[in-house]
Nanobody, 129 residues
Framework: QVHLVESGGGLVQAGGSLRLSCAVSGRTVWTYPMGWFRQAPGKEREFVAAMNRSGGSTVYADSVKGRFTISRDNAKNTVNLQMNSLKPEDTGVYSC??????????????????????WGQGTQVTVSS
């Protein structure tokens, strides 16, 4: 199957930065839309950012727009999430996900967790106030 492994989480002060990476493996994964989601304690999983088919459009949650940047490095088989100006509200377990749909997917659908077929285990991000 497709394997996704997140790294880069940790504890950071408010206003600081972290870069998360998602190492991907599996056939054709480089063509899949990719997304980042997070889940805070006691909360539902929340959309953060996504990139459509490799090199395609990006979409962000309003809460992170202008602060977070999603990118792909096909040579290194990674999907990254650069997080700047972090806030305590950004605290949560961050997971990357891959959408294995054979047809094109809309930017709207990329906001929905159920659209994705493969998930990593997640990496903890804690932002202190």
């Amino acid at each position: 199957q497709v394997h996704l492994v997140e790294s880069g989480g940790g504890l950071v002060q408010a206003g600081g930065s972290l870069r998360l990476s998602c190492a991907v493996s599996g056939r054709t994964v480089w063509t899949y839309p990719m997304g980042w989601f997070r889940q805070a304690p006691g909360k539902e999983r929340e959309f953060v950012a996504a990139m459509n088919r490799s090199g395609g459009s990006t979409v962000y949650a309003d809460s992170v727009k202008g602060r977070f940047t999603i990118s792909r490095d096909n040579a290194k088989n990674t999907v990254n999430l650069q997080m700047n100006s972090l806030k305590p509200e950004d605290t949560g377990v961050y997971s990357c996900a891959a959408d294995a749909q054979v047809v094109g997917v809309s930017d709207f659908k990329l906001r929905v967790p159920s659209e994705y077929d493969y998930w990593g285990q997640g990496t903890q991000v804690t932002v202190s106030s």
